[in-house]
């Protein structure tokens, strides 16, 4: 697991981010956590600060801090970070990407409850290498909604809350491996309009503008971090297959899915080992 | 431009990529690593009385970086943080823009090197065109 600390950033309170001569603060970039915090970040002095119209809790801040920024600081550093979960199969990882309420981290729960390894649930650090790229975590974690535990999980022994301001709970769970080879990324789309599962392969194009648009970056507006982003996901677009998903929202579904996605995998490799 | 335009895969996929580009705005609104999809059926389509003038040529944004990847291409404008993305038509037609090549000859070197192209190509080129001159990844040379 990566932690702030680790990878030398460090959390501060806001009076302790550097200010100038004039008492103003310099070299700050403001990242939008969400409506009502926004963090402070001293690129320079690695360090950052949470500001908040009102006091956050400290499973709160600990959210914020391990699910929220931290993969834009490492984004930062120059790593492509996806939104995403991760699943490990014997035909290698398989990430699903897509906005917020598509549905993740229940399709990945609902791997893992099938017998796949899960390596993370929101995070995922993408690597290349001589042999392909390789998925990692930031961190273990598993949430989930109250409908998606019961569905999935209705043996859980206990959850946990992830935030104050989200029903979501965490889940106690057997982490996998903290990395594997990534065979193929999923994009969630909408359902099809005839309700069929569909797994499309996306082109080279579209799968680059997917990847940046389910990544992480500090500051997107950044002439500096954006083409160091758009470098990265081009790299990612046309090394690792990304398929467009559509399917009901539906858990009944939710098995002929994970058998399409399957297949889809199987001929990746299929290709890959011609 | 239905003619120009291929689909990810068979009927109902939802997404449509053509000739035109798709822009993918950065959002500031919401939290920064999440960018919108403006999907193309969605926008106002383009004016095609603006002036496209198809014997003159023009110049590329240097503000606009591109990633080739196959035979399409992604670009991204430095100024307004939007990336597009064109599919391998529009990657000729740009690639021929950077070389200095006037619409009409960009026309004529569709219709000799695409195999099926179709009887719109001039149209829809110019339609591409304008699109690209109302984005500002060209100008006037």
């Not at chain 1, 806001?14 to 690129?43: C, F, P």
């Not at chain 1, 069929?196 to 799968?207: D, F, G, L, N, S």
């Not at chain 2, 919108?36 to 944004?61: E, F, W």
Request: aromatic share 6%; charged share 20%.
């Amino acid at each position: 697991m990566l932690s702030a600390e680790a990878l030398r950033w460090h959390l501060v309170f806001e009076n302790q981010l550097n200010t100038n001569e004039s008492g103003g603060r310099s070299g700050l970039i403001a990242s939008k956590i969400n409506d009502h915090v926004t963090a402070l970040v001293d690129v320079i002095a690695r360090q950052f600060a949470l500001v908040s119209a009102r006091p956050l809790s400290k499973d709160t801040t600990e959210h914020f801090t391990a699910d929220l920024l931290l993969p834009r600081l490492v984004a930062y550093d120059g790593h492509l970070v996806l939104h995403g979960g991760l699943v490990n199969s014997p035909r290698g990882a398989l990430c699903f990407i897509g906005e917020s309420g598509r549905g993740k981290s229940t399709l990945t729960g609902s791997l893992h409850r099938a017998g796949y390894a899960l390596i993370s649930d929101d995070a995922v650090l993408l690597q290349p290498g001589e042999a392909g790229y390789s998925a990692k975590r930031l961190y273990p974690s598993l949430r989930l909604f109250p409908d998606s535990i019961e569905q999935l999980f209705p043996d859980a022994d206990a959850t946990f809350p992830v935030a104050d301001y989200t029903v979501k709970r965490r889940l106690s769970f057997a982490e996998g491996p903290d990395e594997a080879m990534i065979s193929a990324i999923f994009h969630l789309g909408p359902p099809a309009n005839d309700g069929r599962i569909q797994v499309v392969p996306m082109p080279p194009a579209a799968a680059c503008m997917t990847i940046i648009a389910n990544s992480f970056a500090l500051e997107a507006e950044d002439t500096a971090e954006a083409c160091r982003r758009f470098a990265l996901a081009a790299d990612a677009a046309q090394n690792i297959p990304v398929f467009e998903l559509h399917y009901p929202r539906d858990f009944s579904v939710l098995p002929a899915l994970h058998a399409q996605i399957f297949e889809a995998a199987s001929l990746i490799a299929e290709q890959q080992s011609l | 431009m239905t003619a120009l335009r291929y689909r990810l895969a068979e009927a109902n996929c939802e997404h449509v990529i053509s000739l035109n580009p798709v822009a993918l705005k950065i959002a500031n609104s919401r939290a920064c690593w999440h960018a919108k999809l403006a999907a193309h059926r969605d926008q106002k389509g383009p004016d095609l009385n603006s002036a496209v003038d198809m014997t003159a040529p023009y110049i590329t944004s240097a503000a606009a970086i591109e990633s080739r990847l196959g035979d399409e291409t992604v670009l991204l404008d430095l100024t307004s943080s939007t990336y597009f993305g064109l599919d391998p038509i529009g990657t000729i037609v740009w690639e021929q823009l950077k070389a200095g090549a006037a619409p009409k000859d960009i026309c004529h070197h569709v219709r000799e090197t695409v195999a099926d192209a179709p009887d719109t190509v001039e149209a829809d080129i110019e339609a591409f065109l304008a699109q690209l001159a109302e984005n500002g990844l060209i100008r006037r040379g």
